[in-house]
């Protein structure tokens, strides 16, 4: 479906035929954001699972990357040409992916699941994979014996708090104002009046969200996923209100041409913590907090629900710049990224380093993840 959505790019000069293409580019996405993350969950060991959902978020910084570098330079053509390049360079690692051992138990292939987990688990003992195996198997018969309706998605305690936690982390990922900045970066930048060339400026963002991007797998297996959310968020607010304190400044008569570097310093430092945590641990936490009967319907919600919702924003960037300003515009965005803060101390549960079934019955508090830990 991406390989024809380029192919159509690339190609297409009408408007209908361009608005397809991009049609077709969205819908594909939505599906990688919410399969992704489920794949990863199955296929990892409970220790990795946090480290490996995370590394989602890399190939999206370098993507962005990528763009930053041959957006500016290249036609609209060769851009999409680039993109058929790497849809060819993904049909050719295709085959080497294992199928997810918990498909093959739902299809009673339990002698296949078996060999998949020896093969992902290299070198852990027979005893090991078969412990793994029998957990999955218990995970399935009873998620099995539960219809994966709409109805069943609300019907149990720990389903509600698993939808409330994802839809209010996907909400306030994107009020934190990221989305805003990827879509608009030189346009930012040159409302700043910053000396730097905007592309330039772009091309620094696109750096460092790439290399900060690796800080997020290494902060959730040192702190877990509530913490590593909280640092993350604390550090964007702080550098999502330099840049909307210098606007305000710079719209209300303050000369700012010996501090012109200080926006993209504020953008840098919100980026580093940006990604360091918001960016992708609600896609993290996604695979796991569902059970299987369950995680098709509520993953296909939330990634419509975020997928409209950063259609809206980005939509809304130039009026609401013009009702607001561009200051109080990311000032707000650094009040949303305080309100991570206080909803990931109130509500958000730490459940890195818990197998899939312990995450359950947390959720529908029949364990508590202490008690978990302690057997």
Known sequence: LMTASYGLLTVGSSFFMLALGRCMAGLTA?????????YVAEISESSLRG??????????????????????????????????????????????????PHLFVMKGKADRARDTLFWLRGNKA????????????????????????FKELFSTKGNRHAFF????????????????????????????????PSSICAIVLGVINTVSGLLCPLAVKCFGYKTA????????????????????????GFTMESI?????????????????????IPWAIL???????????????LTAGTGLTATILIKLFPTLTHLMGMDYLFLTCAL????????????????????????????????????????
């Not at 607010?237 to 209300?252: D, I, P, Q, Y």
């Open 165 to 196: 936690i994802c839809s209010c982390l996907f909400t306030l990922q994107h009020l934190c104002g990221l989305i805003l900045i990827l879509f608009y970066t030189e346009t930012i930048f040159l409302m700043t009046g910053t000396s730097l």
């Open 287 to 301: 695979g796991e907090l569902f059970p299987n009967n369950v995680k098709p319907i509520a993953t296909t919600i």
């Open 30 to 38: 939505g599906i990688a954001f919410s399969t992704v993350p489920l």
């Open 336 to 375: 949303f990224c305080c309100v991570t803060v206080v909803f990931a101390v109130l509500v958000v549960q730490d459940t890195s380093g818990m197998s899939l079934a312990e995450i359950q019955d947390m959720l529908n508090g029949t364990r508590r993840k202490g008690e978990t830990k302690r057997r």
């Open 260 to 280: 012109s570097w200080f926006p993209l310093l504020s953008l840098v430092f919100f980026c580093i913590f940006y990604d360091a945590g918001i960016i992708n």
């Open 51 to 100: 480290i490996l959902n995370n590394l989602n978020h890399i190939s999206m910084c370098v993507g962005s990357l990528l763009m930053y570098i041959i957006g500016p330079f290249c036609s609209y053509r060769t851009t999409h040409l680039v993109m058929l390049g790497l849809c060819v360079f993904f049909f050719l690692l295709f085959p080497f992916l294992p199928e997810s």
């Open 126 to 149: 027979g005893g090991y994979v078969d412990k793994e195996l029998q957990a999955i198997q218990n995970s399935i018969r009873q998620n099995e014996a539960k219809p994966g309706t």
């Open 229 to 252: 959310l909280l640092i993350s968020a604390g550090g964007s607010a702080v550098g999502m209100s330099g840049l909307g304190t210098f606007l305000w400044l710079k719209r209300n």
